[in-house]
Nanobody, 116 residues
Framework: QVQLLESGGGLVQPGGSLKLSCAAS????????MAWYRQVPGKQRELVAG???????NYADSVKGRFTISRDYTKNTVYLQMNSMKPEDTAVYYC??????????WGQGTQVTVSS
């Protein structure tokens, strides 16, 4: 059973930094696409950043230059380093993985709040 466990969320001041982690278990993830999404109440979940099995990355325009996604294959973990954070980054952040067979799995989410 695939499980994704996010951690690292919390409260940060504008301009500050947070690093999210997502530990995957219950499968082999080295071939999977892994991504971070976020959602605020009343809006659709949006892609923040993704990383392929080969290490290629993609980012939402709103976070380019501020956020960095990375993965540790030995730990089956994906990270999201968030710098220069803004109040509009406030959301629940979800980790996601997509298998080569296109099965999608989600974590339970972690709250990130950017406020002074």
């Amino acid at each position: 059973q695939v499980q994704l466990l996010e951690s690292g969320g919390g409260l940060v001041q504008p301009g500050g930094s947070l690093k999210l982690s997502c530990a995957a278990s219950g499968g082999i993830f080295s071939l999977n696409y892994m991504a971070w999404y976020r959602q605020v109440p009343g809006k659709q979940r949006e892609l923040v950043a993704g990383i392929t099995s080969g290490g290629n990355t993609n980012y939402a325009d709103s976070v380019k230059g501020r956020f960095t996604i990375s993965r540790d294959y030995t730990k089956n973990t994906v990270y999201l380093q968030m710098n220069s954070m803004k109040p509009e980054d406030t959301a629940v952040y979800y980790c996601s993985t997509v298998t080569p067979g296109s099965a999608i799995y989600w974590g339970q989410g972690t709250q990130v709040t950017v406020s002074s």
